[in-house]
């Protein structure tokens, strides 16, 4: 069993990251962690998950990108949170002005039940 260093989290990743979490030290890597939340419309749900899962092959490898996982809610499978983790705030930047550019997901649009919210947090080591 591999020890704890003194001021981590005894919990698991996911439950730091839903419970504050969201920019923290994985194995001393510093990341940044972005929330992505959207929903697609039902009656073409079949059609706009593809698109999905091609635009975050496209995070997946862009630079600076850590990890991305992607969460559907149980009771709603059109209800997406996207999960970025990203080594910098920088990286994170970088993606989002190539998104809004070369890189936009102009595609994903008529797929869209509503706008996505984005949600960006910061470590609070006082709690």
Known sequence: MRAIPAGA?????????????VEHSLEGLLSHVVFVEFWLKSSSLDDGLPIVHGALADTRTFDGCVQVDVLAENDDPTHLIVVEQWSTPEHRAAYRQWR????????????????????????????
């Not at 996505?116 to 709690?127: E, G, L, S």
């Open 100 to 127: 809004a550019g070369e890189g936009a997901l102009t595609a994903l649009a008529p797929f869209l039940a509503r706008p996505p919210v984005t949600d960006k947090y910061t470590h609070n080591t006082a709690i």
């Open 9 to 21: 989290s005894r919990m698991p990743t996911a439950l730091v990251l839903a419970s504050a979490g």
